[in-house]
């Protein structure tokens, strides 16, 4: 991965007025930047400000205040750049059924002026394996297959960054699981990918850094590990040949939740307690592990941690 930013974000603010008295602050000073080639993923629960965001960057909404540059262009002074330089997926599927993929693609590229022999119709159709079905109307597609159709339809221009908001809201296991592959092998070719998600374990497989909003503001950023470093406490199962007094083992931020048949369950705080000092207290008791097993935090205890009010 390289250092190139192909997203800055600096002090973004948005406020949607209601009426004269009060005004939602949908986006608090925002700031973050987002690296070439890699996939990085905004999460938030219902009303974050995730599609607020969007919006911002693909010009539907305007920002109260505050800079973004996307790919080098500077929002306020050149627009046009910056949605040359991007790609949107939408989350509603929104497609005129009287049209068939192919057909559709064409239209859409020249919408964005691209001159016909630079047009990749079929290579796109191809990645996102809709082929068989250029020439077949849009309304005899299936879910899944209409929703590889928006992802095709911005990618005509062949934008350096894509971004898909909330692409798998309401869709079914088996197809949530081939448009991620799809992502996947746009972004080995080179593509950055941003996207907003609520399904936490798919950030955690997908998404090399993740910014986790709520009620407008960043409150974490960091990459898909370190976050879920942050949850430092650990469960660990300890299996003991022999029984032994779990009396002795006597540490600070250590809890002993259960001890049957051998089998000692442990809950202890990881920056505070190493594992290495719990087995000393067994051994000086004589006794040797046989098992241990450990409960890995995932992001969605971090998640709950860190949006809990
Ligand atoms: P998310 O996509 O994370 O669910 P949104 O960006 O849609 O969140 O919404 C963020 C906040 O802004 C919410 O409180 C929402 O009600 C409000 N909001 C979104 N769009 C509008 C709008 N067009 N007018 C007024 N308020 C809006
Ligand atoms: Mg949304």
């Keep these: 991965m390289n250092n190139k930013k192909v997203l800055t974000v600096k002090n973004l603010n948005k406020f949607y007025s209601k009426n004269s008295s009060k005004s ?11 690296n070439e080639g890699e996939i990085f993923g905004l999460l938030g629960p219902n009303g974050a400000g995730k599609s607020t965001f969007i919006n ?42 009287f049209f068939t993929p192919k057909k559709l693609l064409e239209l859409h590229a020249g919408l964005y002026g691209v001159k016909k022999k630079d047009r990749i119709t079929d290579t796109i159709l191809k990645l ?91 409150v974490a950023l960091d990459s898909t590990k370190n976050l879920i470093d942050r949850i430092q406490r650990k469960n660990v199962k300890l299996l003991l040949d022999k029984k032994i007094n779990i009396e002795e083992i006597n540490l600070d931020f250590l809890e002993i939740i259960s001890y049957k048949n051998n089998l000692l369950e442990i809950s202890y705080d990881k920056s505070k307690v190493k594992i290495e000092e719990v087995i000393s207290y067994i051994h000086q008791q004589n006794a040797n592990i046989s098992d241990i097993s450990t409960d890995e935090a995932n992001l969605e205890d971090v998640f709950m941690r860190l949006t809990k009010n």
Excluded at 24 to 30: E, I
Excluded at 60 to 66: D, F, L, Q, R, V
Excluded at 82 to 90: D, E, F, Q
């Design 24 to 34: 939602v602050h949908a986006l608090n000073n925002l700031n973050l930047e987002v």
């Design 56 to 97: 911002i960057l693909a010009g539907t909404s305007i920002k109260s205040s505050g800079e973004v540059f996307v790919w080098g262009f500077n929002l306020d002074t050149n627009p046009r750049q910056v949605r040359a330089s991007i790609g949107i997926v939408p989350q509603e599927v929104n497609l005129d059924p």
């Design 128 to 218: 996102v394996s809709l082929e068989d079905q250029a020439n077949s109307y849009s309304r005899s597609l299936s879910g899944g297959m209409k929703r590889r159709l928006l992802v095709a339809k911005a990618l005509v221009h062949q934008p350096p960054i894509v971004i898909l908001d909330e692409p798998t809201a309401g869709v079914d296991v088996e197809l949530r699981s081939n448009l991620w592959k799809n992502v996947k092998l746009l972004n080995k070719q080179g593509v950055t990918i941003i996207l907003t998600t609520h399904y936490l374990t798919e950030a955690e497989k997908m998404c090399d850094r993740i910014g986790i909003l709520n009620k407008g503001e960043l």
